[in-house]
């Protein structure tokens, strides 16, 4: 498939290009005259311009990726973000993805909205964040993937909308709190072990 094949490559070329890093010079704006790079928004969550122009004739991947989250906390202690809102562009360029461990282990995040534009949810990428309860996915998302929301035990409802094609292996496995999924018909591949060991999960509807 060849979508699934694109798929893997921008995947693998995200994770390659930045296990992000929070340093001091991320927080330049996308556009500075010609150069594109990476983003901090008001929330602390980082993005970076990616253009796979060079790479790939077919299809390249040009977009904005999100890569992460350098968390605040107050006075007392407590972390300042809890929901994460994924815009639908920044300076005109389309928010596409999200990378590979993005938000892995933030057990802080409570919710997360998907911008209009996302199309796919990388590996691992809110893996172990066990704090999140909703996540509103977008009508244009075509693929969840590789253990994006393992363990992630305190979702109970998954709505699906629109366009998606693929969840990937082990993309909810764990969720033990998960009771009712609704997934479209237009799904045509589900990874081995996606539901695995949620043991509560009591209803799947296709839409």
């Not at 892995?104 to 066990?130: A, Y």
């Not at 693929?166 to 591949?189: S, Y």
Request: aromatic share 10%; charged share 25%.
């Amino acid at each position: 498939m060849k979508k699934e094949k694109l798929y893997v490559f921008v995947m693998l070329l995200i994770g390659i290009v930045g296990i992000w890093q929070q340093s001091s010079n991320c927080q330049a704006a996308i556009y500075e005259g010609e150069y594109r790079g990476t983003y901090y928004d008001d929330q602390g969550v980082l993005y970076e311009y990616i253009d796979t122009s060079d790479e790939v004739e077919k299809d390249p991947f040009v977009g904005i990726v999100v890569r992460g989250i350098k968390q605040t906390y107050n006075d007392l202690g407590k972390p300042k973000v809890t929901e994460i809102m994924i815009p639908d562009v920044i300076d005109g360029i389309p928010v596409k993805s999200i990378a590979m461990n993005a938000f892995r282990d933030h057990s802080e995040i409570t919710s997360v909205t998907c911008g209009k534009q996302l199309e796919w949810i990388g590996i691992s990428s809110f893996e172990g964040c066990t704090g999140l309860k909703t996540v509103t996915f977008n009508k244009d998302l075509e693929a969840i993937g590789v253990k994006s929301f393992k363990d992630c035990t305190g979702l109970e409802t998954i709505n699906f909308n629109g366009n998606l094609e693929e969840i990937l292996e082990g993309a909810f496995e764990g969720c033990t709190g998960l009771k009712t999924v609704a997934i479209p018909k237009r799904v045509d591949h589900i990874g081995e072990r996606t539901f695995a060991n949620c043991k509560n999960l009591s209803e799947v509807k296709i839409l």
